[in-house]
């Protein structure tokens, strides 16, 4: 009977027990978090409008696709809430958010631009390129689940959008980078 | 018993990637159909947009009019403004001429691929008058209670597989004054 020993490229080898080869699963997220590339853009409370792009994030990375994890959504007033998507488009308008790197180990920065109160999109006329719509209550919580399924190449933009006006509102976009 | 002989062995892929080990742990990345369909550019999305419900209509209904490709669920998100609530049926049905009131194109979720649905799918179709009611909804999946302003995601994973000329709906019992519904699934070849 033969005996073969499975080695990963650090030297480890995996472990045998109980008749079980052990495994860890990983997933692109983790991998990315372990990595430094895993990032979280947040806007801060503001007053918002009608038919407002709350948040919105470009990719700019030649090379990695963004891959959208989760959204987090909140508004005081209730209202229909939009997530769309767009290309070569110039994202601008409001406040700068700056990702954040979930791994505070890593010194890599988001290669993407992102603003609330966005007014570079034309998207929110029709919103053709929706991709999830919903309703908020007011002073609601949303949060989607994406696992990464939104996958934004170079140009492309993740915007969220709500169609009533308020007075205060939040959004969080949970993203990571995989080479294309 | 004796062994032969014993050898080190990596895992190597196409690529030239090795797969790692950890801990004395093989480090394993599951990909499901929907993942692989997502990368493959295979996967939409079908939104509508908020409108004034009557009871008992279909919300949004989409069918796969594709000879060559299954539809596969991944996800239905329902939202629904109605005080009380409304039950939301989710339902399947076949061989059914949908009446269009407002088209709903798919959107791919990887914007990096030049894939369309329009060809294989009747889009998303906001449609009144299947009349399911009536019939309780023969071929319902889930019944569940959608509170008002507060998504109801139902995670499906691919455990629903349209054929040609099969829809999924939703339905709304109650009267919301404002809904969506959102479709995220994948087309796999037959």
Same mark, same amino acid.
């Given at each position: ?180 | ?47 509508? #947009?908020?409108?004034?419900? @009557?009871? %008992?209509? $279909?919300?949004?209904?989409?069918? =796969?009019?594709? +000879?060559?490709?299954? !539809? ?43 894939? #369309?649905?329009?060809?294989? @799918?009747? %889009?998303? $179709?906001?449609?009144?008058?299947? =009349?399911?009611? +009536?019939?309780?909804? !023969? ?52």
């Amino acid at each position: 009977m033969a005996a073969l020993t499975l080695i990963g490229p650090s030297g480890d080898t995996a472990t045998v027990e109980n008749g079980a080869v052990a495994v860890r699963v990983e997933s692109d997220f983790e991998y990315a978090v372990r990595n430094g590339n895993a990032y979280s853009w947040s806007c801060l409370t503001y007053d918002y409008t009608a038919i407002n792009t709350i948040l919105a994030v470009e990719n700019n990375s030649p090379t990695m696709d963004l891959h959208i994890q989760e959204i987090h959504i909140q508004g005081d007033t209730a209202s229909q809430f939009i997530v769309h998507t767009d290309a070569g488009l110039t994202v601008t308008g409001g406040n700068v958010v700056t990702g954040v790197n979930l791994n505070r180990n890593s010194g890599n920065n988001a290669a993407a631009t992102s603003v609330d109160c966005d007014t570079g999109n034309t998207g929110s006329t029709g919103y053709a390129k929706r991709l999830i719509t919903g309703l908020v209550a007011a002073d609601g919580n949303v949060v989607l689940t994406l696992n990464g399924c939104i996958v934004l190449p170079n140009d492309h933009t993740i915007c969220v959008d709500l169609t009533d006006e308020g007075g205060a509102c939040n959004c969080t976009i949970i993203g990571y980078y995989k080479t294309r | 018993m004796a062994r032969d002989f014993a050898e080190k062995t990596s895992l190597i892929g196409p690529s030239g990637d090795t797969a790692r080990v950890e801990d004395g742990c093989l480090i394993v990345n599951p990909k499901s159909a929907f993942t692989q369909a997502v990368e493959d550019g295979w996967a939409f999305s079908w939104a509508s #947009l908020t409108y004034n419900v @009557t009871a %008992a209509d $279909t919300m949004f209904a989409l069918e =796969n009019v594709s +000879a060559h490709h299954i !539809l596969c669920i991944e996800k239905v998100i329902i939202s629904v403004s109605v005080a009380g609530g409304s039950v939301c049926p989710v339902f399947t049905a076949s061989g059914i001429t949908l009446t269009v009131t407002t088209s709903v194109a798919g959107v791919n979720l990887n914007r990096g691929s030049g894939n #369309l649905c329009a060809s294989m @799918t009747n %889009a998303g $179709t906001i449609e009144v008058g299947q =009349n399911e009611a +009536a019939t309780s909804w !023969l071929k319902r999946c889930y019944m569940p209670q959608c509170v008002t302003g507060v998504p109801y995601i139902i995670d499906v994973g691919g455990a629903i597989r349209l054929p040609n000329d099969h829809l999924i709906a939703v339905d709304a019992i109650g009267d919301p004054a404002a809904a969506n519904v959102t479709f995220i699934g994948w087309f796999e070849p037959i």
